[in-house]
């Protein structure tokens, strides 16, 4: 029995035969073609005769064309590989020089923030090393109120560290305020710029004393005022106030501010003068303590017994004898006496002659705060800490009317 195979089937076959027929005369064709021509080649070489060249010229006319656009094509995908290439190492050496610099910009930022950490414990150096005699102690602020200003924050020290209520805290050579409501750990501090501070103060120039009080609550800006000052002498512009020592603990000389304008003339209740404070109530993170304690001086024993006293008697005065020789009157000198020693008691001692008896000096614990020389603007310095301002020559004061006023 035949099996029937489908014309489909059939037909496939039939194609694909001819068609490896016709791969097949063409690959014969090929090799004879190519065979062919490189035989002329060689018949070429050998004879030398031109007329063999033409087949090669003329298969050269027809490969040249198709061998240069093949090289065209290969070129372009090449430069095309080599450009994706470069970019990508472009890329990546963008992406190395962008990290690079990143970590230089955080090593600038972090050596800025060193130096300047630097700067503001070299300034707490100095200051604690040229008021030893005050018992500095360097604070931390850990704590503040709302808003832009430093009114009232509180520091990581407390009565544990010898701190007590109403000491003198610094900054960068100027007073920020004092101590309250002081805890073992902790402590809270009002400054000068906070409208319930009040503090004993003096004008370096004049020595007037008067009341610094805080305005922060009234305008809402870092100012200070100075109450109760004499009327007939009116401060300049420029004159540094610094503390006077009366009244709470605080060393003398601490510098608060400088004299901006004067409402002095105006009526009783306005006369003050605006003092715009040294301190930077704005950037606090480190502040000084001075656990100053005043001593009272050693009161000297005045006190006498009448066994230590010894009456001594004067001298009565005695008549002089006169002598009348003619018209002329001699008058006698009397024989003198020996006049009675002294007795002394028995517990008294004869006080040496030719010296004073020496005095008690003030009391230790008697200091004046003194600003660091690296805080310092000016070049003449005092006692005080502070610079005093040029003497100015006198000059005619101008009516009150004619001064600056600030607006309550």
Not at 302 to 324: A, F, G, K, N, W
Request: with cysteine; proline share 8%; charged share 20%.
């Amino acid at each position: 029995m035949k099996l029937r195979v489908p014309k489909k089937e059939r037909r496939k076959s039939g194609d694909s035969r001819g068609k490896h027929i016709l791969r097949n005369v063409l690959i014969v064709l090929s090799v004879l073609i190519v065979m062919a021509l490189a035989g002329t080649h060689l018949l070429k070489l050998i004879t030398g005769n031109e007329m063999l060249a033409i087949p090669e010229n003329g298969v050269a006319a027809v490969v040249t064309p198709l061998q240069s656009g093949f090289a065209s094509v290969v070129n372009w995908i090449s430069d095309y590989f080599y450009t994706l290439k470069l970019r990508s190492r472009l890329e990546l050496e963008y992406n190395n020089l962008r990290q690079e610099n990143e970590q230089l910009t955080y090593q600038a930022m972090l050596a800025g923030e060193l130096q300047h950490k630097l700067s503001v414990y070299e300034n707490l150096f100095d200051e604690v090393s040229d008021n030893e005699q005050l018992n500095p102690l360097v604070a931390t602020v850990i704590g503040r109120e709302s808003g832009n200003y430093f009114s009232v924050f509180t520091i990581n020290k407390g009565t544990r560290d010898g701190i007590k209520d109403y000491m003198a805290v610094t900054m960068s050579g100027a007073l920020v305020g004092y101590t309250y409501n002081t805890k073992t750990t902790s402590a809270s501090v009002r400054t000068i710029i906070d409208s319930e501070a009040s503090i004993a103060g003096l004008i370096s120039t004049s020595r007037d004393q008067g009341t610094v009080r805080g305005t922060l609550g009234i305008d809402g800006q870092p100012m200070c005022r100075m109450y109760y000052l004499p009327e007939e002498n009116l401060p300049r512009p420029g004159d540094q106030v610094v503390t006077s020592g009366v009244g709470m603990s605080f060393p003398k000389g601490i510098p608060i501010g400088t004299v901006r304008e004067s409402t002095r003339g105006m009526e009783s209740n306005k006369q003050y003068i605006v003092v715009e404070p040294s301190a930077d109530f704005q950037h606090i993170e480190y502040v000084i303590v001075l656990r100053y304690q005043p001593e009272a001086e050693a009161v000297e024993d005045r006190s006498s017994s009448s066994d230590s006293l010894t009456l001594v008697p004067l001298e009565s005065i005695q008549p002089v004898p006169t002598v009348l020789i003619g018209s002329d009157t001699y008058q006698l000198a009397p024989t003198p006496t020996p006049s009675p020693e002294p007795t002394l008691a028995p517990d008294e001692t004869p006080a040496p002659t030719g010296a004073a008896t020496p005095r008690p000096t003030s009391g230790s614990g008697s200091y004046e705060y003194q600003v660091p020389s690296s805080l310092q603007n000016g070049a003449t310095n005092n006692s005080y800490g502070f610079t005093l301002a040029p003497t100015a020559t006198p000059t005619p004061t101008a009516p009150p009317l004619d001064l600056s006023v600030e607006e309550d």
